[in-house]
Each structure stands twice: as C-alpha cells, then as structure tokens.
C-alpha cells in the first residue's frame, strides 16, 4: 500500500453546504426526475459498499427466453424432456422464464460459434463450468444466485462472491497488461463520474456466460460499469468483446440488489467438497452404488 | 518433490537446533516495550489504516526446539539464511524435460516409488529470512509457553485424535511423504488433506491463526472499510470478512474459518473468532476453538500479527504467537486451486492401481 487515503474535510463540508442549498432551492419539476445522488465514502466518491445480488433469470441464459423441462433436454416423442442424467430433478430442475439481459435481444454469434453454443447447451451436464465448482468468470460471478460483497475503500476495490469463494481484486492502477490468464481475469477499475468503470481483460476461455452454453474465447474484454440508482440498487452493465466468437460488442444489463436483511453477510459455499463425489467418486476404494 | 522437500526441512531443523546450542542469550525476556511510539497512517474515521498487500515469508518456525533461545543473534541468523539460501541456489537446477522415467520400484530413496522429481525452487517462495519483533530476531513464532513450543495436548485430546488419526487438519501440510501414510489415507477424497481438497490452503495459511507454509503463495492483503476488514489469503483465494463491532452467529451456523467479529483496542484491531466447523480442526483442536487475534501497525511497513488460541478441550491452557508481517509491492494473483486439482485423481487412481497389482501379484 503505498497512497494513503487522503480524506478531506473541505470537499466534505463544500458538498454539504452545496447539498444544503440545493435542498432549500429545489422547486419540485414535474417533467424532470432528478438523478439520484448516493451516500459519498469518504473520498468523497459514490459508496458501492455493501451486499449485492442479482434477481433474474440471467444465470440459466442470458437471453431471453421461454421455460425449458430441463437445463440438459433430449428429444421426446412430442418435444424435449428433461435428459435421463437430471430427470429425477422434476420442476425443480427446469429452467424459469426470462426476458433475458442482452441488449437488443441476441446475442451476435458468428455462424460457427453459434453452433459451437448450441453444442455446449446439449453437452452442458459435462461442459458448464460451475456443474464442477470452477470460478465462474466475468461478468457472469454477479448474476449467480448468490450474494457477492463490495469491499470498497479510497485505496482499494475488491468484490468477494459466495459462490466458491470467488474474489476479485480491482486495481485503481493499471498495473499493465496480464502476466497470464486467469479465471476471474485482471480487473481495473476508474470512476467516470459516479461510474465506477472496470475493465477486464486476462480471462482464459474455461468460463462461460451462463447454464445455456453461451461462451466466449479467450479473447473477452468485459468493461462493466457499476451505478447507484437508488438506496438499494447498482445499475450494472457489461460491454462484451470477442471478435471470435462476436460479429460485434454487445451489452447485457440488470439491477443488482442490495440484500435487505438486517444480518446480511456471505457464507461459505466451498463447493469444490460437494463435487469431490462427481469428479472423484469413481476413484474412491469402495465406490458408492450408482 | 516430497523427498527433497523433507530433506531440506531436515536440514533446516538441523540447522536451528545448532544455532541454537550456540545462541548468545539475548536481551531480557521477550519485551513488548517498543522504543518510540509509532503513530501510524489512519483512515477518516481515526482508526489506523491496515490496509495493503502482506509478505509473511519467513524462515522462523512455529515452535522453536526444546531448550532452545527466544532470540537468535544476528550472527547465527545471518549464518542459518546463508545455509538456506545456498541450499535454494542448490535446488534452483532446471528440470530437465527430457528426463528419463525414475526407475520401477523407485530410485532408492524413501517412499515407494522413490523421488520421482517435482518443482525445483523455482516454484517455492518458503521465505528467507528470519523474522524480526521488537527488533529481536526471533527463534519461533509461539511467544507463550515461554519456551515457545505449543502447549502438549489433554489425555482426552490425545485421545480423540487417535480416533481420528486419518482425519485431516487445517494445519496440515500438503502431503506427507507419498505412499507412507496410515492405512486408509487414499481410500476416498475426504480422507486427504484440506489442502490438497483445495478447501483451506495447507499449514493453516489462511487461518486463523494465520500461519506462514513454508512453502509458497505468502500474501494476504487487507482491505477495510466502515463495517468490515477483509483477509484476503493468496493460498486457495480465501477471503475472511471480519465484521465490525458484530455479535458472533448463532452456534448452528460453522465455518470453515469460523466466524469473524472485530473490535478496536485503542489503535490494535481485535478479531475474535468461534463457530469453526468440525472439519477445520487446527492442531487436532474441536470445533469449540477460540481464536482472538490482534492487528496492529508497529512502523510504515509492518504490521504485527499476534494471536492466542484457545480450546480447554484441547489444551490445557491458551497459548499465543507472534510475527511481523512485511508490506509487500507484489499484487496477488489468482491460485485457482480446484481448477486445476489433477492432483486428487491422480493419487486416488494410483492408489487403486497399486491396491490393483498387490492383488494381482498375491494370486500369483
């Protein structure tokens, strides 16, 4: 740590006199909503500290769609049922609708990678990352249904995630290009505004987007930008790149919500122990009936 | 790999019961008196600013051998890191990639299949220097007892871990030699070392307490903000959210480093920590473990980490450690563990082939 945070009474006191006198002057304006000013940290800068979690359908497929039988479906004889692996599963194991977070609707597969996606949904029992308790990449960690906590100081930014105890590091400098890639990739981080903007590049080609097989390369640059919009929500999007797999960058967007119980806080979810028996059972001395 | 490292530990544990035969006594007892009082950076809210990326390498074990000085002098310590290093430059030759396969039925040395070869200390990063508090170079980490060994366990613990034996513990190391182990020990994944199940990294890095490995991937970074400090552990990218001025969780809730709630104590942050799951077990410990550790800035680029533990069903008395933990400029990188686990299903598998051809050579 080589800055120390410099916190200055002046802009603080600067900004409440300004706050102050807005308040006193504002004549409400029917037409206008004014833009919503969150809670400063100290810096001075927007507060995204807390516990956050997505309230969509985006983990299942980030396009839109209509519910599905099963996440892993084969040909029945009037249409898809759930596959012989998750059939036990019922309703439980089928996908719930959705409108899905692309922007525009789809995604811009080129020819080949679209069949290269479609192949990855039939295989997705054997091929999606998190059935294996991998990390789960950028941007999908924030949409997993599961809690993820900003840790956000004047010298430091660091998303935590529950599931698998994903972290992320975000630096404020750029300490340059990636040594290598890796799974959560190298994240930095700028405010542009009250915009806190990461870039994210270094991410290997193990990730995908979500249960429905949707991928990239290696190639992926995700810049995301984090906004409060009110008390409890970060408008989150996420600009995507990947000129092999894409025609073009696209957009996908949400609401991350704050959790709202009072005694809100991350667990552990160290699945890497609840795939012992998927990956390794088969290895054990006296393995389990099938 | 095993083989070379035990070799070296051997040497090192040689090394430090020589030095300290010769060891000058030092001055006084261990002193908390620190010369000049440091005020140290603070953050808005007037608490010290602990934050930043930590080395805690070193060459300082936990416990020191019996008998043996608190303090080491400047001279022996220069003498023991000289060792170590030319031992490092020693181990530090390429691996050959066109190296023959070791022999069948091992190249003679211990362990089944004999050193078959591994890292060379390219890879490892177990520290180079003995670590220094209140400017005394120190002999161990544990600091009471006096004589800086851990406290002997109860005849009930004793007990209790005899039950357990296979069992593995946070402070575990990665593997013993291969091969060697108990009965049992490869039979499934759960009998393997936290470590190697890339649940916790190995020899209780991440804690707590949190301990040095002697091995690699030594930093933890610290992050604070109003409610709550993070412990980022390199090892197996453990992060611990201490949560300020919190009441512990109910008693169902365990963790797998328990359950994290900090206070402040004048400029030293206090983190009290219980609910530890059963499977944690540090040194053979119950999941009653109490652990209370205290941060806290002792110059510009170190923190002084000391923690006491706790757990009458375990010892008899608490017991307490301490090291300085040097800032680093090193960012962490990913240690994406489980990913790239090969290592599990290759041990239960080779397990299995040599279970395979004993069978096959009794028929015989």
Redesign the interface.
């Known amino acids: 740590m080589s800055k120390r945070s410099e916190y200055s009474m002046k802009t603080m006191t600067a900004a409440a006199v300004a706050a102050a006198v807005l308040t006193m002057a504002a004549v409400p304006v029917a037409a206008q909503t004014p833009a919503y000013r969150a809670p400063r940290a100290p810096d001075g800068k927007p507060d995204l500290n807390g516990i956050w979690q997505a309230l969509n359908e985006a983990n299942y497929d980030i396009e839109a769609h209509v519910a599905r039988p099963a996440m892993a479906v084969r040909p029945g004889p009037y249409g898809p049922v759930p596959a012989a692996s998750v059939l036990a599963l019922g309703a439980a194991g089928a996908v719930p609708p959705g409108l899905g977070v692309v922007e525009g609707g789809e995604i811009p597969y080129k020819p080949e990678a679209l069949a290269k996606k479609k192949e990855n949904q039939q295989h997705w029992l054997e091929a999606d990352p998190e059935i294996k308790c991998y990390l789960p990449g950028v941007p999908r960690a924030n949409y997993m249904p599961y809690p993820f906590q900003i840790l956000q100081s004047p010298s430091a930014f660091v998303i935590v995630y529950e599931y698998a105890g994903a972290v992320r590091n975000v630096f404020l400098t750029d300490p340059g290009p990636p040594p290598v890639d890796s799974w959560m990739g190298q994240s930095v981080g700028h405010w542009e505004k009250d915009t806190f903007v990461v870039d994210v590049k270094g991410m290997s080609d193990q990730t995908w987007f979500d249960r429905a097989g949707n991928f990239h390369s290696d190639a992926l640059h995700v810049v995301e930008r984090y906004t409060r919009t009110s008390p409890d929500v970060i408008s989150y999007e996420a600009t995507i790149e990947d000129p092999n797999v894409f025609t073009r960058p696209w957009k996908m967007s949400m609401p991350l919500y704050r959790r709202q119980e009072k005694n809100a806080m991350l667990l552990d979810f160290k699945c890497p122990e609840f795939v012992e028996e998927l990956i390794y059972g088969q290895w054990r001395k006296k393995p389990l009936s099938k | 790999m095993r083989n070379r490292i035990v070799s070296r530990m051997g040497a090192m544990a040689i090394a430090i019961a020589v030095a300290c035969l010769t060891v000058v006594p030092a001055p006084g007892q261990v002193s908390k008196a620190s010369p000049k009082p440091y005020s140290p950076?603070r953050?808005?809210?007037g608490h010290p600013?602990l934050?930043?990326?930590y080395d805690v390498a070193t060459l300082t074990p936990v416990e020191r051998a019996i008998g043996s000085k608190a303090v080491l002098t400047p001279e022996d310590a220069a003498r023991l890191e000289k060792d170590v290093a030319a031992l490092k430059d020693k181990n530090n030759e390429a691996i050959k990639g066109d190296r023959p396969a070791p022999p069948k039925g091992g190249d003679g040395s211990v362990g089944p299949a004999g050193n078959v070869g591994g890292y060379n200390t390219f890879w490892l990063d177990p520290g180079s220097k003995y670590n220094v508090v209140d400017g005394q170079i120190r002999a161990s980490i544990v600091v009471d007892p006096p004589d800086g060994r851990v406290p002997p366990v109860t005849a009930a613990a004793r007990q209790r871990m005899a039950a357990l034996r296979a069992r593995p513990t946070s402070d575990a190391l990665e593997s013993r030699d291969p091969g060697l182990e108990p009965p049992g020990s490869?039979?499934?994944?759960?009998r393997r070392p936290l470590g190697e199940?890339?649940?916790l990294g190995f020899a209780s890095t991440s804690g707590p307490p949190a301990l040095p490995d002697y091995f690699y991937n030594n930093l933890h970074?610290i992050?604070?903000?109003?409610?709550?400090v993070?412990i980022?552990t390199e090892m197996?990218?453990?992060?611990r959210?201490v949560?300020m001025n919190a009441q512990h969780l109910p008693k169902t809730?365990r963790?797998?480093m328990g359950d994290s709630v900090g206070r402040w104590e004048g400029d030293t942050l206090v983190v009290d920590t219980t609910n530890f799951n059963d499977k944690t077990r540090f040194r053979g410990s119950t999941e009653n473990l109490h652990v209370v550790e205290r941060f806290s800035r002792v110059d510009a680029r170190t923190l002084l980490y000391r923690f006491t533990i706790e757990d009458p069903d375990t010892w008899d008395r608490p017991w307490t450690g301490e090291y300085a933990w040097p800032?680093t400029?090193e960012?962490?990188?990913?240690y994406?563990?489980?990913?790239a686990?090969y290592a599990?299903?290759n041990i239960?598998?080779g397990?299995?082939l040599r279970?395979n051809e004993e069978a096959a050579k009794s028929k015989k």
């Open positions: 950076p953050l808005p809210d600013d934050q930043g990326t490869y039979d499934d994944p759960e199940r890339c649940l970074q992050v604070q903000t109003k409610d709550a993070m980022l197996v990218h453990d992060a959210i949560r809730i963790r797998w800032l400029d960012p962490i990188f990913e994406a563990c489980h990913e686990n599990m299903g239960l598998r397990a299995r279970e």
